[in-house]
Nanobody
């Protein structure tokens, strides 16, 4: 079992930056593939970015490429999402997610955080 807790959301003006964090429980975080998802009101949940257990590979949604960066620190059991040049359309609840797996980017995840609200004003 992996427990995940997000932090770092808030209100920011368009063009600004935020860094989200996802703290994971347990001593085997280095074997867990991770991802960030978001869901805006009335829209389907979408995967924003994903990272392998080692951090060696990442993938991004086209809508955030070049603006967002996913990373992780396995020594701190924490994953991050650095969000720059934020746009109003980035407004959503952001969730971190994880699943056991090595050296693979996954589409589906087993463990989820409670979410953190990101609001970008125009």
């Amino acid at each position: 079992q992996v427990q995940l807790v997000e932090s770092g959301g808030g209100l920011v003006q368009a063009g600004g930056s935020l860094r989200l964090s996802c703290a994971a429980s347990g001593r085997t975080f280095s074997r867990v593939a991770m991802a960030w998802f978001r869901q805006a009101p009335g829209k389907e949940r979408e995967r924003v970015a994903a990272i392998t257990n080692s951090g060696g590979s990442t993938i991004y949604a086209d809508s955030v490429k070049g603006r967002f960066t996913i990373s992780r620190d396995n020594a701190k059991n924490t994953m991050y999402l650095q969000m720059n040049s934020l746009k109003p359309e980035d407004t959503a609840v952001y969730y971190c997610a994880g699943r056991w797996g090595l050296n693979t980017i996954y589409d589906r995840y087993d463990y989820w955080g409670q979410g953190t609200q990101v609001t970008v004003s125009s």
